[in-house]
């Protein structure tokens, strides 16, 4: 059976280094980071991920502000708010939740954040940024820093010689996790809906990266034996007798692909707690650069050598 790559595990580290980081920049310089989020909308999953994205900056000891805005809020009112965010020299982080409810527009809120502040790696400066190679100064989107460190943590820093399949190619996660892969040497292949036998270009992949939204979709035999699978998916579907109303799966089939995979994350624990984690990590990253004090490392290299 595969190595279960434990999410829970390596978030509670991040999360650790990030609080005593945002210690640090509160007895050095003064500043405690502040992470705005704002939601527009009544989506009970939505909420559900921004309240702990809330709490989670609580207990890392950042200010923590969350702007609930109710369905009817226009695209002016928004893009009001984004502009008051980044003029506040105690708010460091800008997130606004995805996908807004219609016929709000997500892109020109994502372009009126200022770059420096926008600790979802989504405005163009940073996509760029990542694009061009610079993985230093700029914020990279959480969920494929999460996912990555996991990989990390399973392959180390240097994936040279290993086969990469992302499937999925959304801004929020399969681009930027296709190039911070191929950042680390991997070779990368980006599939999605309109890619070509799909079964079979998954079966060439060491590692495996599945981010489609649909629930376990990818099966055990479009998995190479020994490959390590990244599952991406966060899916509610109706339980099985006797285990409650619904349930929480990934985009792959679990149960079936542990047999198969050398490692493997679970849903839930795998790269969900990830994303949370590293939207902290962002954020206290954005707080020291807004000083010019250099950052201390968040990178896995550093952090998983703590753990066994
Ligand atoms: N909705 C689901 N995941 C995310 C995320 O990482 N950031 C934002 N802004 N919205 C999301």
Redesign the pocket.
Known sequence: MAHLIDGKEVSALVVMAVTEAAGALERTAGIRPGLAVVIVGDDPA?HA?VNSKTRMAKQCGFNSIQHSLPAETTQQELEKLVVELNADPAIHGI?????LPKPLNPEPVIRLISPEKDV?G?HVVNAGKMATGDLSTGLI???PAGAMMLVKRVHGDDLCGLNAVVIGRSN?FGKPMGLLLLAANATVTMAHSKTRDLPDVCRRADILVAAVGRPQMVKSDWVKPGATVIDVGINRINALEGEGKTRLVGDVDFRAAKEVAGAITPVPGGVGPM?IAM?MANTVRAAFFSTGIAAPSLECSSMCRQLS
């Open positions: 939505s991920y997130l606004v939740q995805l996908p979802d989504l989107s959480c969920t929020l994303t939207l």
